[in-house]
């Protein structure tokens, strides 16, 4: 995708489409819709005026200029009410808007920013972009017959009309460009079926992207996994063909004294349950059970695109969960790194199992904090559904951090409790702990789980079972996964170091 960022009036500029914004119920236009209407003789007025178009959210109406101006149409949005309008509806009316260009088989167009004096200008541009870009998302690869896919959108430009801010506009639609592009690439990544996205692929995934864009990366495999001692990662990975891999990719601006953040994202590529398999209805779906380690690898990405001053380390314990001759059992005994050991009630809470070790290496790093992404629980999506990421954690600071994060991106965390009451639903009678806490507070007791690994560091754990995947288009989201973590970490980022 090609984007330019111009400055002057998007009425004088030859284009297919222009897309102008409005808010319900406000008169007179001003901004560009106010110049586009005066140059086209009040057809915006009247199509207001007519009832036609009140404004309402995601309303859409397209005017055909017929020669009167360079621009050939106009998008004419609805914004909704003023006061109800925020960053994310920022986002969601720019992918509404242009996934209609899209269908409507044009190949380029131009936007405004609506005139949004809510924000600053480089924060409107970067959601504008950010929208546009993760709206025009489709996962189209295996599709061989030509039909409507092959509709694409190829290049935009953000047009604003102030001369002064056009260096903002310019920095808010790169970061806008970063932030989108390692959303999809975590998307890209976690659509791929368990076939085409081994553990052995997904390492090649990131050594691939750490060779693009500057970062360490290690690919630990069975051998050395095993010298390593951890033997819960290794239980979950014993019942497959496909050889683990337990990937460790760095980023490392160079300055002395940064602080470091380890990133832990559960790489399940693909989960039947193991022998306590599950049952095989959506089974097919248990592909994003990765979506944890992608979108840390797009975080990866992004922060390096963005040159943040902080060290970050991303962990990905990457196999598959199948039943076997050789799988792991329930009532088996498993010793982690950590020295502690397991019992295994459910082979099917092994993302649980494979993060304990994550976990463990992790405290290697000495880090400030330490958060982890996974799909960890059908419990989380049954206390919080679609639309929030269970948040759980041992440090109130951290904590707060992401939920500030959360806000500033369009990604929505919950916070669930995690008193020390839990612990008592994972004690074991022969280890140290067991991997299942009973169905009550099941999102919980994974998170009771996960504490006993971190040791003293402050530690967060995101549970994006249920909002990793979408079975349903929404807002800017197509069906499939949706990259969830990657906005929300990228922005946790950007905040720790003030940018
Ligand atoms: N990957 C699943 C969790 C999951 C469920 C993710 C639904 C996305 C949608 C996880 O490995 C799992 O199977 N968890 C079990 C734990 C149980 C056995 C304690 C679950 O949630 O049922
Ligand atoms: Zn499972
Ligand atoms: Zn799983």
Same mark, same amino acid.
């Given at each position: 995708?090609?984007?330019?960022?111009?400055?002057?009036?998007?009425?004088?500029?030859?284009?297919?489409?222009?897309?102008?914004?409005?808010?319900?119920?406000?008169?007179?236009?001003?901004?560009?819709?106010?110049?586009?209407?005066?140059?086209?003789?009040?057809?915006?007025?009247?199509?207001?005026?007519?009832?036609?178009?009140?404004?309402?959210?995601?309303?859409?109406?397209?005017?055909?200029?017929?020669?009167?101006?360079?621009?050939?149409?106009?998008?004419?949005?609805?914004?909704?009410?003023?006061?109800?309008?925020?960053?994310?509806?920022?986002?969601?009316?720019?992918?509404?808007?242009?996934?209609?260009?899209?269908?409507?088989?044009?190949?380029?167009?131009?936007?405004?920013?609506?005139?949004?004096?809510?924000?600053?200008?480089?924060?409107?541009?970067?959601?504008?972009?950010?929208?546009?870009?993760?709206?025009?998302?489709?996962?189209?690869?295996?599709?061989?017959?030509?039909?409507?896919?092959?509709?694409?959108?190829?290049?935009?430009?953000?047009?604003?009309?102030?001369?002064?801010?056009?260096?903002?506009?310019?920095?808010?639609?790169?970061?806008?460009?970063?932030?989108?592009?390692?959303?999809?690439?975590?998307?890209?990544?976690?659509?791929?079926?368990?076939?085409?996205?081994?553990?052995?692929?997904?390492?090649?995934?990131?050594?691939?992207?750490?060779?693009?864009?500057?970062?360490?990366?290690?690919?630990?495999?069975?051998?050395?996994?095993?010298?390593?001692?951890?033997?819960?990662?290794?239980?979950?990975?014993?019942?497959?063909?496909?050889?683990?891999?337990?990937?460790?990719?760095?980023?490392?601006?160079?300055?002395?004294?940064?602080?470091?953040?380890?990133?832990?994202?559960?790489?399940?590529?693909?989960?039947?349950?193991?022998?306590?398999?599950?049952?095989?209805?959506?089974?097919?779906?248990?592909?994003?059970?990765?979506?944890?380690?992608?979108?840390?690898?797009?975080?990866?990405?992004?922060?390096?695109?963005?040159?943040?001053?902080?060290?970050?380390?991303?962990?990905?314990?990457?196999?598959?969960?199948?039943?076997?001759?050789?799988?792991?059992?329930?009532?088996?005994?498993?010793?982690?790194?950590?020295?502690?050991?397991?019992?295994?009630?459910?082979?099917?809470?092994?993302?649980?199992?494979? %993060?304990?070790? &994550?976990? /463990?290496?992790? $405290?290697?790093?000495?880090?400030?904090?330490?958060?982890?992404? =996974? +799909?960890?629980? @059908?419990?989380?999506?049954?206390?919080?559904?679609?639309?929030?990421?269970?948040?759980?954690?041992?440090?109130?600071?951290?904590?707060?951090?992401?939920?500030?994060?959360?806000?500033?991106?369009?990604?929505?965390?919950?916070?669930?409790?995690?008193?020390?009451?839990?612990?008592?639903?994972?004690?074991?009678?022969?280890?140290?702990?067991?991997?299942?806490?009973?169905?009550?507070?099941?999102?919980?007791?994974?998170?009771?789980?996960?504490?006993?690994?971190?040791?003293?560091?402050?530690?967060?754990? %995101?549970?994006? &079972?249920? /909002?990793?995947? $979408?079975?349903?288009?929404?807002?800017?989201?197509?069906?499939? =996964? +949706?990259?969830? @973590?990657?906005?929300?970490?990228?922005?946790?980022?950007?905040?720790?170091?003030?940018?």
């Amino acid at each position: 995708m090609k984007i330019s960022v111009e400055f002057g009036e998007m009425e004088a500029k030859p284009s297919e489409m222009g897309i102008i914004g409005l808010f319900e119920g406000e008169r007179p236009l001003d901004g560009d819709a106010g110049a586009v209407d005066e140059a086209l003789g009040g057809a915006i007025s009247e199509l207001i005026g007519s009832g036609e178009f009140e404004g309402k959210l995601n309303q859409i109406s397209v005017v055909h200029t017929r020669g009167a101006i360079p621009l050939k149409r106009v998008l004419v949005i609805g914004l909704g009410k003023r006061d109800e309008f925020d960053l994310d509806r920022t986002r969601l009316t720019s992918s509404k808007a242009v996934i209609h260009i899209r269908d409507m088989g044009l190949k380029e167009f131009l936007t405004g920013l609506h005139n949004l004096p809510m924000f600053n200008r480089s924060t409107a541009a970067e959601a504008v972009v950010t929208g546009t870009l993760m709206g025009l998302y489709r996962f189209t690869k295996y599709k061989t017959v030509e039909s409507d896919e092959a509709k694409e959108v190829e290049e935009f430009t953000l047009m604003d009309r102030g001369e002064t801010e056009i260096a903002e506009v310019r920095e808010g639609a790169r970061r806008g460009r970063i932030v989108a592009e390692a959303v999809n690439f975590a998307r890209d990544l976690s659509n791929e079926g368990g076939n085409n996205m081994t553990p052995t692929k997904m390492a090649e995934k990131a050594s691939e992207m750490a060779d693009d864009y500057g970062l360490k990366l290690q690919v630990l495999d069975r051998g050395e996994v095993q010298r390593l001692e951890m033997g819960a990662f290794l239980g979950v990975a014993q019942g497959s063909d496909q050889p683990p891999k337990f990937i460790i990719i760095e980023y490392k601006p160079g300055e002395e004294g940064l602080d470091t953040i380890v990133l832990v994202g559960k790489s399940i590529t693909f989960d039947s349950g193991g022998i306590s398999i599950k049952p095989s209805e959506k089974m097919e779906e248990m592909r994003y059970d990765k979506s944890g380690g992608c979108a840390v690898l797009g975080v990866m990405r992004a922060v390096s695109e963005l040159g943040l001053p902080i060290n970050v380390v991303g962990l990905l314990p990457a196999t598959e969960n199948l039943p076997s001759g050789s799988a792991l059992k329930p009532g088996d005994v498993l010793r982690s790194s950590s020295g502690k050991t397991i019992e295994v009630i459910n082979t099917d809470a092994e993302g649980r199992l494979t %993060l304990s070790d &994550a976990l /463990t290496y992790a $405290t290697r790093y000495k880090p400030k904090a330490i958060i982890d992404l =996974a +799909t960890l629980t @059908g419990a989380c999506v049954v206390a919080l559904g679609n639309h929030a990421s269970g948040l759980l954690g041992n440090d109130e600071a951290l904590k707060e951090k992401i939920k500030r994060a959360a806000e500033a991106s369009g990604e929505k965390v919950w916070e669930l409790p995690l008193w020390e009451e839990y612990d008592e639903q994972i004690k074991s009678d022969f280890a140290d702990v067991k991997n299942v806490g009973g169905r009550e507070g099941g999102a919980i007791t994974a998170a009771a789980f996960l504490k006993k690994f971190v040791e003293e560091y402050p530690w967060a754990h %995101l549970d994006i &079972a249920g /909002t990793a995947w $979408t079975v349903e288009e929404r807002g800017y989201f197509s069906k499939g =996964a +949706t990259g969830v @973590g990657v906005r929300l970490i990228v922005q946790f980022l950007r905040n720790w170091v003030g940018e």
